[in-house]
């Protein structure tokens, strides 16, 4: 906490509110949220699945997914835009035939900003709905199988509304990664106003020209991290695993 502390101390609480009213605070904080919210679609639609495939014991080669789905959480962030620019740079192994087949050009794009946090933020959602999932009771989906519902049914009504709070906390952990990500942002997606420009770059750029406005700006990031995570408090804590409680009805 006593770094937290000392950015609070630090802050200049008087000219805050004209620090942050700033049009290319407010551009960059609009371009955060947005791209943050595009990233936390694309983790709940790629991730809950795979989280799925993840939590059943019968997957072939899944201890294997797991351990690469986790690569980025010890992978410094630069290097992750690293391979993302030598993926689909316009010289990536993929990016040269996206540009020489239909002229699409993804890197220093708000495309690539997506990109970026997706890479960094999506193994915060795998791991927390995988988690729900296997702390979940099983005995209600096994009911519904042997009354003769589908499996897609029974992911559908059964199990996923059984782990709703851990796919919001989940969600909630891929945002406030998302809104946060500064190393792999820069290096495959640059500093752009208006475009690539998130908050933890204007941060950056502003230490050395407006010290006071790069503190102002690290404070609203923490205000709206903090808000997220208490607002999904009650899901976080019911999402994760072990935590479910058998009830009377259901013995």
Known sequence: MLPLVALLAATPWGDMAALVADPAVVEALRLSV?????????????????AWVLARDDVPGGRLVRSLVTVPLVLPPVVGGVALLLLLGRRGLLGSRLDAWFGVTVPFTSVAVVLAQVFVALPFLVLTVEGALRGADR?????????????AYVLRRVTLPSVAPGVAAGAALCFT?????????????????????????????????????????????????????????GRWVGGLPGRGRTRRGDR
């Open 34 to 50: 947005v791209t943050a919210a595009c990233t936390t679609v694309v983790c709940l639609v790629v991730g809950v699945p795979l």
């Open 177 to 233: 990664r998302a809104l946060g990500e500064f190393g792999a942002t820069v290096t495959f997606a640059g500093n752009f106003p208006g475009t690539t420009r998130t908050v933890p770059l204007a941060v950056y750029l502003a230490m050395d020209a407006a010290p006071e406005q790069a503190v102002a700006m690290s404070v609203l990031l923490l205000v709206v991290s903090v808000a997220v995570l208490v607002a999904m408090r």
């Open 139 to 151: 005995r209600r989906a096994l009911v519904a199988e042997t009354l003769g519902a589908s499996p």
